[in-house]
């Protein structure tokens, strides 16, 4: 069976990488940089070796293309493309609109075309079938299929085997066809009564931690208010072992998911004259972190940080990535910078970010841990500033949340 994959990033690798084992597997990338370093055995993405790379294009099970026609032979064809926001802050659906163009323009039988971008009910159904059929030149019956992508990037316990794995065809065939195709490398497979219902899980389940991060955000500002300590309050909840579930505090939230799916929920949402409260409050609270955090170091340090300079640890949206999509340590540099500090910023693991580079971790007024990498040790971290404040609760000794 031959497999064509459309985006090479995070998700499209990553399942590039476990299916080449059993299928044909031809990575299509529209990043030209990107397919030459694949081909090259070189990944650019956490948790996928570059060795399994290689040995996949060595035996012939992998090879990545800017050529749409090489997918022209696939029988399987999945899209994992970028869902962002645009700059309204609306569903950007325009890459998925481009990989239906890629489609369209290089399939000429038909084959089994799943979805594992992350978007708003109705997309497979309303969007990505009739935007492939208008691309295609002459009428192909292709089946159509979504299956979320759950992946973590970076996490090791939980992979493309052992997560479960929610499915549904837009046809009973469809579905046959999708149950076959994953089950030959994951074991649990959730069939779903249709592509909606499995296209709001995957929101839902997302805009759940962006509520109850959220929630604790607030919950550390009402605390630090109290004078008690957050921590140890939610541990303490925690020991309660049903109805209950701890999230940390943090600067914010980031990434290409939890900052971005839940208004793809709440854009939908609106439209059908259903309330969005809960999911607009909390992206509010979320962004808000930064301002707070910012608050709190300026209120420690004599009401102002003018011409103060202030070490950023941590860039990354979440330890031992180099992500920085959406990642927090922006708004909280914005904020800084707005007050008058002179911002540098460490993070070794992300090396260049916006034309700036790493710099070492000393020498600052003041260190602001964003983002607490693994190799970066606590207590380099406590002797590169009098004054370090810990937004992620790992450091002790600093002040914190
Ligand atoms: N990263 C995650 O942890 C994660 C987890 C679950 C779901 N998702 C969802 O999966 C989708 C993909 O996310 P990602 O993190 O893999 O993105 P990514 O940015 O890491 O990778 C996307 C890749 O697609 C390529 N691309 C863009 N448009 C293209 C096109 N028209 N044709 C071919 N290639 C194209 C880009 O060059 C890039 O290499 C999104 O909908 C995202 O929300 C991501």
New binding site residues.
């Given amino acids: 069976m031959k497999v064509g994959i ?9 399942i590039a990488a476990f299916a080449a084992e059993y299928f044909e597997i031809v990575g ?4 030209e940089k ?1 397919v030459q370093q694949l081909n090259q055995g070189i990944s650019h ?1 956490e948790g996928i070796d570059s060795s399994v790379l290689s040995s996949r294009i060595k035996s012939g099970m992998y090879k990545a293309t ?1 050529y749409g026609e090489d997918l022209g032979k696939s029988d399987v064809i999945i899209i ?5 926001l645009s700059k309204d802050r609306q569903p950007d659906l325009s ?5 239906c ?2 489609i369209g323009q290089s399939l000429s039988k038909p084959a089994l075309i799943i979805n ?4 708003f009910p109705g997309t497979l159904r309303k969007f990505i079938k009739p935007a492939i059929e208008k691309y295609s030149a002459s009428p192909i019956n292709h089946l159509y299929a979504i299956s ?6 970076g996490r090791t316990d939980f992979n493309q085997k052992n997560t479960p794995r929610l499915f549904s065809g837009l046809t009973t065939e469809a579905s046959v066809r999708t149950r076959e195709f994953y089950s030959r490398f994951c074991d649990n497979l959730v069939e779903v009564s249709s592509p909606e219902v499995a296209e709001a899980a ?1 929101l839902f389940e997302n805009t759940f931690r962006q509520v109850n991060i959220a929630l604790v955000n607030e919950f550390a500002q009402i605390a630090h208010s109290l004078g008690i300590s957050v921590y140890e309050t939610l541990d303490a909840a925690n020991t309660k072992p049903y109805g209950f579930m701890k999230f940390t505090p943090s600067a914010g939230v980031g ?3 939890i900052p ?2 839940p208004t793809y929920l709440a854009v939908v949402a609106e439209e059908h004259g259903a309330p969005a409260t809960f999911i607009r409050r909390a992206n509010e609270v979320n962004l808000d972190m930064s301002k707070y955090i910012v608050n709190r170091i300026a209120a420690d340090n004599g009401g102002s940080l003018k011409g103060k300079s202030v070490l950023v640890v941590g860039v990354a949206y979440k330890p031992n990535v180099a ?1 920085v ?1 959406e990642t927090a340590a922006e708004l909280v540099i914005e904020h800084l910078r707005s007050q008058g500090a002179a911002v540098s910023w460490h993070d070794d693991v992300v090396g260049n970010w916006k034309g700036e580079s790493s710099v070492l971790l000393q020498g600052a007024d003041i260190a602001v841990v964003v983002t607490k990498h693994d190799s970066v040790e606590e207590k380099k971290i406590l002797a590169s500033a009098p004054y370090v404040f810990d937004t992620t609760g790992k450091v002790k000794g600093a002040k914190g949340l």
């Avoid at 459309?6 to 990553?14: K, P």
């Avoid at 299509?28 to 990043?31: G, T």
């Avoid at 994992?80 to 962002?84: C, R, Y």
């Fill in positions: 459309i985006g090479q990033g995070y998700v499209g690798l990553t299509f990338d529209s990043n990107v993405i800017s994992a493309v970028p869902t962002p890459f998925i609109d481009l990989a163009k890629t594992e971008s992350t978007s979320p992508e759950r992946v973590d990037p995957k990434g290409h998911c971005v799916d992500d999509r």
